[in-house]
């Protein structure tokens, strides 16, 4: 079998009756003229008029389209055209446009990348990358007590629009929508109060209408006042399977339906053990990203189970903060108690892998150095047929296992009983 592994596969063999199940996508089929879907959904959005009609109904000196950065794959080569076009046609200029790449608190990608996902519109328009620490404007509280600090330019344009990809999130409950403005364009304070309730997330798993996060998230997309969504869902193979354009709230909930039936996955049991691949390149780019993988495969396996998680992360860990964590923590608990005490960004994620191998051996094969690897409470090992080799002596070839070959994406659920 192979899984991926940044831009190449890794094989491996393991017995059949080892593997209760390789758990994949439920898959639907792309849409066959993505580009044309994109059309129709500009011309008949989601609860709201045409996006011709929103745009001619305002005076708009500056309109700003927000956008994903290099670690959340998105299909703009099949979204920016037709978006784009029905803006030039309502007679707003290239440069009364403004993108702004929703960085969060991540660092700016390269030019190569920019011209990679944004293609010639990269060439064409003004690209700005959002700083979480600099030209911020203050939106006042939110209902929770969140000070909202947002992007300056997104704050005050004339009609403002956000893009994204529907999938499962382990924190939000899904990405895309309202995650565009908090944490996307957001200052770095808000977006830390935001994500500081994972640990009650995490803990108590609520469903996603009772999620604290998102809410949080769509009061601040409500309050900076987007306009206008354009979000799609993708199969494991980028390929598009739905639009979902239109007002902000509903247009994204109406592809939530289908991002589940794709991606969460209903177990009977949990294993002993899983084998994980974040699903590579950009997933698995750093442990930062590819920890969400991790993230997944915990919930399909035992308490004292075994962890194997393929993820190259030729950019190691990819945050400062979150390195700091682990190279001050002796054990997983230290980590998993000083969020509580006071949370810190990159800090949450230290957590998140904590969490994981305060209760889990986790057998890591990826780009890192054997130490930087045990600092994070993980054991190197250099092939994943290595560590299937070590999961048949530490078992004594008596366990079951799962197979995760797209760990970013799919989520287990075990069904109660």
Avoid at 228 to 246: D, H, Y
Avoid at 383 to 392: C, K, M, P
Wanted: hydrophobic share 40%; charged share 25%.
């Amino acid at each position: 079998m192979k899984l991926k592994y940044g831009r190449k596969e890794l094989e491996f063999e393991i017995e059949r009756s080892r593997v209760i199940d390789i758990l994949t996508a439920d898959e639907k089929t792309g849409i066959k003229d993505p580009e044309a879907a994109v059309e129709a959904a500009l011309t008949s959005p989601i609860a709201t008029a045409a996006l011709a009609d929103l745009l001619a109904a305002k005076e708009i000196n500056e309109l700003v389209i927000v956008v994903n950065d290099v670690t959340r794959y998105t299909p703009y080569n099949y979204l920016l055209p037709p978006l784009l076009k029905t803006i030039a046609e309502a007679g707003i200029k290239k440069e009364q446009v403004t993108f702004i790449v929703a960085t969060g608190v991540h660092s700016p990608h390269s030019a190569a990348q920019n011209r990679e996902i944004f293609g010639e519109a990269a060439a064409e328009y003004e690209f700005v990358y959002h700083n979480c620490d600099q030209d911020l404007s203050d939106l006042g509280q939110l209902s929770t007590g969140n000070q909202l600090l947002l992007n300056k330019r997104a704050a005050e344009a004339d009609f403002l629009i956000t893009t994204g990809v529907i999938l499962p999130h382990y924190m939000a409950g899904f990405s895309g929508g309202r995650k565009s403005i908090l944490p996307g364009v957001a200052g770095r304070k808000s977006i830390e109060n935001n994500h500081a309730m994972m640990v009650e997330v995490t803990a108590e798993n609520p469903a996603l209408e009772d999620n604290p996060i998102s809410r949080e998230m769509f009061e601040a997309a409500a309050k900076v006042g987007v306009d206008f969504i354009l979000n799609v869902v993708t199969n494991s193979s980028r390929e598009i399977v739905q639009v979902c354009a239109g007002d902000y709230r509903q247009a994204w909930e109406a592809g939530i339906t289908a991002s589940a039936e794709m991606y969460h996955l209903p177990l009977a049991e949990k294993a002993d053990a899983a084998l994980v691949s974040s699903g590579g390149f950009p997933r698995d780019i750093n442990i930062y990203q590819a920890q969400k993988a991790l993230d997944h495969a915990d919930h399909a396996v035992k308490k004292g189970g075994t962890i194997i998680w393929a993820a190259e992360c030729s950019e190691g860990y990819g945050e400062e903060c979150f390195r700091k964590w682990m190279d001050q923590a002796a054990k997983p608990e230290v980590n998993i108690e000083r969020i509580k005490e006071k949370f810190v960004l990159g800090g949450h994620k230290a957590f998140a892998v904590s969490k994981v191998a305060a209760e889990k051996e986790i057998i890591l094969i990826s780009s890192l150095s054997r130490a930087e690897t045990e600092n994070i409470f993980a054991k190197k090992m250099n092939s994943l047929q290595e560590a299937v080799e070590y999961l048949e002596e530490k078992y004594y070839g008596n366990y079951k296992s799962y197979i995760l070959p797209q760990g970013s994406l799919t989520v287990p659920i075990v069904e109660s009983k």
